[in-house]
């Protein structure tokens, strides 16, 4: 069969999913809304923001939910609310992360002089959220009888940050991102076998990183270190997780998928 339609329908159709996305009013979680909505999915946006901070107008079958995903009451609340009032969740992205940078309160911080608070916010999100989250989302999968979840881990989660990169700018990757973004991939594993035989796959993103105005010393160096001499772009990745929550990867699970235009390869 030569039908685009029909294969777009076997390996893409997304209407009967709703797709949870954590840190959903990121720049990156709502273009992942617009994409998902695209191939027909409900799309549920949790963010801890006020949404009027955000100019981005919801797109079709999107919604939104304030919540803080290192409260467990609140995450409860949250998944209760979605039940209700929209359907099981079927697909979760733990996509939140707190920020990167070791740049703080105006300067360069050490790794010897690291807040402990920054470490702990680190830790809140990343992967306490990431935890809390996946909980509830995987009673409401077995509910289901299949489901799927995707962590989102950083290419810093399995090379070491490369310094000479970033100089003074203060845009790498701390020891709490680049230590909570590992804990995802092992975490993803766990989870994977943990629901072996239930019908809910677990996998794990790799991204690289995104083009968003940096500086450009920043961005030659960083593009020197990829194989393919450019930055990510949001469709990149949106592409990426479109084909690891899709039924195109029906027999993928407890996979590290790494999308990073080679630079984790040399």
Not at 5 to 34: C, P, Q, W
Not at 51 to 73: G, H, M, Q
Not at 211 to 236: G, H, V
């Amino acid at each position: 069969m030569n039908d685009k339609s029909y294969y777009l329908d076997k390996f893409f159709n997304l209407e009967n999913e709703v797709i949870l996305i954590t840190g959903g009013l990121g720049k990156l979680g709502r273009k992942y809304a617009e994409t998902f909505s695209a191939f027909g999915a409900e799309v549920v946006l949790v963010d801890i923001v006020d949404p009027a901070s955000v100019e981005f107008k919801l797109p079709l079958r999107t919604y939104y939910f304030k919540c803080d995903i290192a409260n467990k009451n609140d995450v409860r609340a949250l998944f209760s609310k979605i039940k209700l009032e929209i359907g099981l969740a079927s697909v979760l992205i733990n996509n939140a992360a707190a920020a990167q940078t070791t740049f703080f309160e105006g300067s360069l911080v050490k790794f010897e002089d690291f807040p402990l608070e920054v470490w702990q916010a680190n830790l809140n999100v990343n992967l306490t959220g990431a935890f809390l989250c996946s909980q509830e989302a995987g009673k409401h999968m077995l509910e289901l009888g299949r489901g799927n979840i995707v962590n989102i881990s950083s290419t810093y989660g399995i090379v070491a940050c490369d310094q000479r990169i970033y100089g003074t700018s203060g845009l790498n990757s701390n020891v709490a991102y680049a230590t909570t973004k590992s804990g995802l991939v092992n975490f993803t594993r766990y989870l994977a076998s943990y629901w072996q035989g239930k019908g809910i796959r677990v996998n794990c993103l790799v991204p690289g990183g995104v083009y968003n105005n940096q500086p450009k010393e920043f961005f030659d160096n960083y593009i020197s270190r990829t194989m393919l001499k450019r930055m990510a772009e949001p469709d990149d990745l949106g592409a990426a997780l479109l084909y690891l929550i899709s039924n195109s990867s029906s027999w993928v699970t407890g996979s590290v998928f790494v999308v990073d235009g080679g630079f984790s390869a040399w």
